[in-house]
């Protein structure tokens, strides 16, 4: 075991203690039940367990937990408010049917609030190209971009909040 590590998940400090080699993914799914954060390519390729970690989306299966100590970790389980209704990129995927099977959505909907809380009046073509990293093998990736684009106005609307 390494030396405990002092991070923050979805708004809660906690302490975590893992072998040195144990990578962000397998501590938020296996130690911390938080198994929205899928585990889809175990290569960083495909994007499904994406994550933010201080704003940006990071693919929690290329990085150490070690490697987060101090961070701010957010999981699509975080971005709920706290009244339980959808936050609007989650609202926006169910409304634009940017979903199929939806092994892919989590880390999907997480790169594209990143994606939008910095860059909130991207193109459709900004979408697409910021969401590269992220596969989705059911839906050709219109949906998904018609989703973001409604969520970044809505967004925008809410005083930009993610």
């Known amino acids: 075991m390494s030396p405990p590590i002092a991070l923050s998940v979805n708004g809660k400090a906690l302490t975590a203690e893992a072998d040195p ?3 962000l ?6 130690h911390l039940r938080l198994t929205g954060t899928h585990l889809g390519c175990d290569t960083a390729s495909c994007g499904a367990c994406t994550v933010l970690v201080g704003g940006l989306a990071v693919k929690s299966c290329n990085v ?5 100590a101090g961070a701010e970790i957010t999981t699509i389980e975080g971005v709920t408010p706290a009244d339980g209704s959808l936050h609007p990129m989650q609202a926006a995927f169910k ?9 892919c959505t989590p880390g ?3 790169s594209a609030i990143d994606l939008i809380t910095h860059h909130p009046h991207a193109t459709r073509a900004e979408v697409r190209a910021g969401l590269e990293g992220n596969l989705c093998r ?24 993610p």
């Open 21 to 23: 080699d144990t990578l």
């Open 25 to 30: 993914v397998t501590y938020l799914r296996e």
């Open 64 to 68: 150490l937990l070690a490697q987060v």
């Open 95 to 103: 409304a634009c049917h940017g979903l199929q099977c939806g092994f």
């Open 108 to 110: 999907m909907i997480m």
């Open 138 to 161: 059911c839906t050709g990736y219109h949906n998904i971009i018609s989703a973001v684009m409604k969520a970044a106005a809505a967004m925008r609307s809410d005083g930009g909040k």
